[in-house]
């Protein structure tokens, strides 16, 4: 039984970027979206589905979504296994976390956590010559998923996890919170935030004490 609303769609890959993370990549079946909106996703027939941030821009024929698999997830565990041809559910696309026309030319800043950066891959692929900056929150180098589709001058990977100093010219050691602590922005910039909750509680403080206001805050939570 399909959930109402959803539309089936064919799987064409799945790319692995992670040993824990990976790529799906699905027939586009004439779903129109706006980049930073995401989509119910789930087995042909099956009640269990997930959100997933669309992870590729409107301009591509295809549907992307970055999925973490988690220890004993059903809908995470059940996708990482698709093959080329799979029948999946799509519901959507739902949601608001989109760059209007009337913030353009304007500056901004994105802060993503893990997978959080899906909307980030979708939002700087969709809109070129943004003048963004991108933190990108992850434990170890390795979950710095298709990085080098952002510009190296804008992207700020933090590395919170023990190990190897990270080798980008640009890597910060240590939560995003902190190195944003370190350098304030401005109140005219738009701030775009999505990952953990927590990581998004730390960041809209310490937004608000720079003085930027509540209409120039936008979060998306992971859970």
Not at 61 to 76: K, Q, Y
Not at 104 to 110: A, N
Request: proline share 8%; hydrophobic share 35%; glycine share 12%.
């Amino acid at each position: 039984m399909r959930s109402i609303g959803a539309r089936a769609h064919r799987v064409l890959g799945v790319r692995d970027v992670s040993p824990s993370a990976f790529v799906l990549r699905l027939e586009r079946g004439g779903l129109a979206f706006r980049a930073g909106q995401w989509i119910n996703v789930g087995r042909g027939g099956s009640l269990q589905q997930r959100e997933y941030t669309i992870y590729s821009p409107p301009s591509e024929d295809f549907l992307e979504i970055l999925v973490r698999e988690v220890a004993g997830g059903t809908v995470s565990r059940d996708l990482h296994a698709c093959r080329p041809g799979d029948v999946l559910d799509v519901d959507g696309p739902h949601g608001s976390f989109c760059i209007e026309p009337h913030q353009q030319p304007g500056k901004f800043l994105f802060v993503g956590t893990g997978t959080g950066v899906s909307p980030f891959h979708c939002l700087t692929l969709s809109h070129p010559g943004i003048d963004y900056l991108l933190l990108h929150g992850v434990r170890t180098p390795r979950e710095l998923y298709d990085q080098d589709v952002f510009d190296p001058q804008r992207l700020v990977p933090c590395i919170s996890g023990a190990g190897p100093a990270p080798g980008e010219r640009r890597a910060h050691r240590g939560r995003v919170t902190s190195y944003l602590s370190a350098h304030p922005v401005g109140p005219g910039c738009a701030c775009y935030l999505c990952g953990n909750s927590d990581m998004i509680y730390e960041c809209y403080a310490m937004l608000r004490g720079f003085g930027v206001p509540p209409s120039r805050i936008f979060a998306e939570v992971y859970f």
